[in-house]
């Protein structure tokens, strides 16, 4: 990296940094001066040296095209001695043609010797490649013999089907016919290098890293007959002349270029891309199994870099080779897996493989650009997102199918309600949601990422409330077919609300317990979105459960409404609530089937439901005959008392019917005890003027001016004292009081 330069000012600056250095100037020009000096002298040397230099070069380059000129001249001479030698020698052209006479004679018989010989090399020639064929991963001591005389024959052939060229076609047919056996023999040797060099690794492995250099030394010879042929081929091509007839060398081109080179590291990759296949193969339907054990492929790079690479020489770049083909089939692979449409696991399972395989070809040493394409090309950060838009459409599908059959049975109750190990109403459906849930969870807790868990998890809850909202309509639209037309509904639509109210229950326990696994899992910047989602699942699941209690009670009210209608009626003196009871008690008859925290909350519901249910009746009632009326008031409590009694202790039920002992108290209390009365109640429940002036109004003891005069002072004391509502509201909150024209309208 160049240094950065400085500027004269900034030079000067470092030397005067204070006044006091002003003194120095004198001394520092002289220190400048001789620094300059010196430098003048050495770039005066460098000049000199360099123009010596470079005229002495171009004193060579004279003298070399000098040279070179008279080399072309006595070239010239040459060849028009050698062009027209009858100038020279007058008995040429006869020394020409006895010369001509004699080489023939020389190569026939050459020839006939070698086709006498070559059947006789060919069967010791084949006995030994049948031999090393049998044992691909072996010493191969005979591979180079093989090769040499091989190539001898080869060549022997090329030559004499170049020869015959002008021979009969009768006679090139024989002389192919006699050289089929040896070409049988070249293709069988080329299939046994190739297999070599499919084994190269093994080869190592097992020993034998001379048989790869003896391979390498083979494609190295091979490759250099090739270039002589092309070279041969290009200069009869481009010759003016027949300068090839005057070369023996030149005539023996009819040599089939073998390359050898190219076909040993196709022979390599292919070794590779086998491998890769046979993996791929063995785990074809469990992509999580072949990526767990593709750590060979590490364990070969390394054995390829230490062992395999110094049996070739450097030109072949084996190393990089190696990494580069490895890399290709390994993305051609991992782009098969996609292409199958995986699991979401296994997109995680890829995800955190390649995560790995970047860092341990990292630690490899591997260079970057060796790495080309990126796998999946550069894009498996979309794997993340392949895999969330995959749990969506799984976890979609699985709902949807799963809510189709579990609306359909909700609707239909064809069969009564399954019960649990635990005894309780329940269905299915819960069971399969959570195995649905834990297995995507599970998938991308394993993953590592709290990235990945936090957005699985959001998907879940989405999941969860699109069904609580489906549970919540399907229950308001079975309700109002049971209200509206009771006649043309199918029965046990309580029994299956209950059972939905236990499923919601569950879910929110499994919700719960899903959430205390998963926040020591990831840190905190994850667990609170994690915590809010299933917090909100939970508090859905506790909301459709809330729902189908009040569907229950509902049902059961409905149930009630005739006798309910009776209340404070006429026909109420003669008693009705034994009926009300009665009808309860069927309902709640199946308790036992009811989760039991669920169970306290119904009763409570119902309990709530019945005071303001009762309450409201007797706020809206005509006239009270008094005392008859409180009496009955108090053998109506006492009969629900009773019945509630059974699934609540007494002492918890009393606070409930208080606010029935203080409006008793004020039916009862004379015009001038009806104030102590009516405080004792406003001091609990508020001062509640519009239903107090309406209990008052029917108490048939009462005249209109005693009423006006009760709360006249009723209403004094309100103000006086300012009293308001509690801070939390009471039951007196839900109870409605219609007006004297609604009252009238209605009797």
Not at 366 to 375: Q, R, S
């Amino acid at each position: 990296m160049a240094a950065p330069q400085v500027s004269a000012a900034q030079a000067i600056g470092e030397y005067l940094q204070s006044p006091d250095d002003l003194l120095k100037i004198s001394a520092f020009r002289k220190k400048l001066e001789k620094e300059k000096a010196s430098i003048d002298a050495r770039l005066k040397s460098g000049v000199k040296e360099q123009l010596d230099a470079t005229r002495e070069g171009l004193t060579k380059l004279l003298g070399t095209r000098n040279n070179v000129q008279v080399i072309k001249e006595e070239m010239q001479i040459v060849d028009r001695m050698c062009s027209d030698p009858q100038n020279v020698v007058s008995t040429f052209d006869q020394i020409s043609r006895v010369s001509m006479v004699h080489r023939n004679f020389e190569q026939t018989e050459e020839m006939v010797n070698n086709l006498l010989e070559m059947n006789s090399k060919l069967d010791v020639l084949e006995e030994l490649l049948e031999v090393e064929s049998r044992t691909i991963i072996g010493p191969a001591p005979n591979l180079l013999p093989i090769h040499f005389h091989i190539n001898r024959l080869e060549a022997f052939r090329n030559q004499t089907m170049h020869q015959a060229k002008k021979a009969s076609a009768n006679s090139r047919q024989k002389l192919a016919r006699m050289f089929e056996r040896l070409n049988k023999l070249i293709e069988n040797f080329e299939t046994y290098i190739m297999e070599l060099a499919c084994n190269v690794l093994p080869l190592v492995r097992a020993g034998y890293p001379q048989v790869v250099v003896k391979l390498i030394k083979i494609a190295e010879l091979e490759a250099r007959e090739d270039e002589k042929a092309i070279a041969i081929r290009l200069v009869k091509k481009a010759a003016k002349m027949d300068a090839a007839s005057k070369f023996k060398s030149m005539q023996a081109n009819a040599r089939i270029i073998k390359h050898y080179r190219s076909k040993v590291t196709k022979a390599i990759s292919d070794s590779i891309k086998a491998n890769f296949e046979d993996a791929y193969t063995r785990h074809q339907h469990d992509p999580g199994a072949f990526l767990g054990g593709l750590s060979w492929i590490y364990q070969d790079l390394i054995r390829i870099e230490s062992d395999v690479v110094p049996c070739f020489p450097p030109n072949y770049e084996m190393h990089a080779f190696y990494i580069k083909e490895y890399h290709r089939t390994l993305n051609s692979t991992l782009q098969r897996i996609m292409e199958s449409e995986p699991d979401a696991s296994i997109m995680l399972d890829l995800h955190a493989w390649i995560k790995e395989y970047k860092k341990s070809m990292t630690e490899l040493n591997v260079a970057p650009e060796l790495l080309d394409p990126p796998l999946l090309g550069g894009e498996e950060q979309n794997l993340i997102e392949d895999y969330l838009k995959l749990i969506v459409k799984k976890l979609d599908e699985w709902s949807t199918n799963l809510m189709k059959t579990e609306i359909q049975e909700f609707i239909t109750r064809s069969d009564p309600p399954e019960v649990d190990s635990d005894g309780l109403y329940g269905t299915q459906g819960a069971v399969i949601l959570f195995q649905m849930v834990n297995q995507q969870i599970d998938a991308a807790t394993e993953s590592g990422q709290g990235a990945i868990l936090a957005r699985v998890v959001g998907e879940v809850n989405r999941v969860m409330r699109n069904i609580q909202d489906q549970w919540t309509k399907v229950v308001e639209a079975e309700l109002k077919k049971q209200t509206e037309k009771p006649e043309e509904v199918v029965g046990g639509l309580a029994e299956y609300c209950i059972a939905l109210a236990n499923d919601q229950i569950k879910s929110a326990d499994n919700t719960e317990a899903l959430l205390g696994r998963l926040e020591p899992l990831v840190s905190e910047k994850y667990r609170t979105p994690i915590s809010e989602k299933l917090n909100d699942a939970i508090d859905g699941n506790l909301d459709v459960a809330k729902k189908c209690i009040q569907t229950f009670i509902d049902i059961i009210l409905n149930d009630l409404k005739p006798a309910t209608k009776q209340l404070f009626q006429p026909t109420w003196y003669d008693g009705i609530m034994e009926q009300i009871v009665l009808t309860m008690r069927d309902y709640m008859a199946d308790h036992s089937y009811i989760n039991p925290s669920l169970l306290e909350l119904l009763v409570e519901y119902l309990l709530d439901a019945f005071l303001v249910t009762y309450l409201t009746a007797l706020a809206n009632c005509p006239k009270l005959r008094i005392p008859a009326a409180t009496e009955r008031i108090k053998e109506d409590i006492s009969t629900v008392f009773s019945f509630f009694s059974g699934f609540k202790p007494s002492k918890e039920l009393e606070p409930y019917f208080e606010v029935v002992d203080l409006i008793l108290a004020m039916l009862e209390a004379s015009k001038s005890m009806a104030f102590l009365s009516f405080w004792a109640f406003a001091k609990v429940h508020g001062p509640c003027i519009p239903f107090v002036e309406g209990l008052m109004k029917v108490r048939g003891d009462l005249d209109r001016s005693a009423v006006s005069e009760v709360m006249d002072s009723i209403k004094r004391k309100v103000k006086d004292e300012g009293l308001t509502d509690p801070p939390e509201p009471t039951i007196m909150k839900k109870i409605t009081v219609q007006s004297t024209l609604s009252r009238f309208l209605r009797t």
